[in-house]
């Protein structure tokens, strides 16, 4: 399936990844439609101001209304459902939100793709539904485990979509990102935390340094997106889309503090530990199904990526509020 000149829908488009996704799928020659949360300022998120925006058509909604969701992926023949909630520690203290939200949203759009006929659904997962690693590479076939409520919803969400490929025939290919990072994130990830207090401050606060992870820029894992919306053979599969590479979060603040170039602390911030028995101790992504079934490898490397994102993040730090543990 070529997405030159296929109309298509990505939810959560004015989000970190999907704003990515959505610039991108305009330059392959789809006809976009943006489904962005509802505010009553009027914004569009990461979509304000884009160099391509004039060539988006724009809808402001809110995935857990069903009746919205229908609406906006009217007409459509392929659907990137990226609309999430997505930080870990803020699903401690609202969980029912984000059932709301990753459950019942991905519910909506399931429901809207089965009525309207729609040909390709590009569900979002997380590596985070694995908890932490048993054995490593973490292929598709690792156990699954809840040990946040956003691990639990997000595997809720990824399990209904398995549902509507297994029941309905609904065409799902979902997409289980490991550590995406780059431009336009926010400080409720790892490295744009890490990279603004290294701008700004001299010692930069962590949590957890021991963890293991693996990290993979975003253009990567856009990458993935449109070669899955292309594959026959990923339809009713289940995708790993990382850099099948780990590091500690310690190493990558040294890491970092190198690129940035200023002599900065690395501290524990015992606030952004996570509760023991909650904490993803290491993700570490066997990518061997996204070679074999989408032709796809990363293709910017962490050290690379680390680049490009502090350069980003030093002509926009008005825009983050770097002292401020984000949840």
Known sequence: MSLKNQRVLVTGAGGFIGSHLTEQLVKEGANVRALVHYNSAGTHGWLDGSSVGDEIEVIAGDICDRDRVHTAMLGVSVVFHLAALIGIPYSYHAPTSYVRTNIEGTLNVLQAARE????????????EVYGTARYVPMDEGHPLQGQSPYSASKIGADKIA????????????????FNTFGPRQSTRAVIPTIVTQCLTADAVNLGNLDAKRDLNYVSNTVDGYVLAASSAEAVGKTINLGSNREITIGSLAELIIKQVG?????????????PPAS???????????????LNWEPRVSLEDGVGHTIDWLREHLERYKADVYAI
């Open 116 to 127: 309207l006929g729609v040909e390709r659904i590009i569900h979002t997962s997380t590596s």
């Open 162 to 177: 398995e549902s509507f490929y297994l029941s309905f025939g609904v065409p799902v290919v979902t997409l289980r990102p």
């Open 262 to 274: 200023r002599p900065v602390a690395v501290k524990v911030d015992e606030q952004r530990v996570r």
């Open 279 to 293: 904490e993803v101790e290491r993700l570490y992504a066997d990518n061997t199904l996204a070679k074999t079934l």
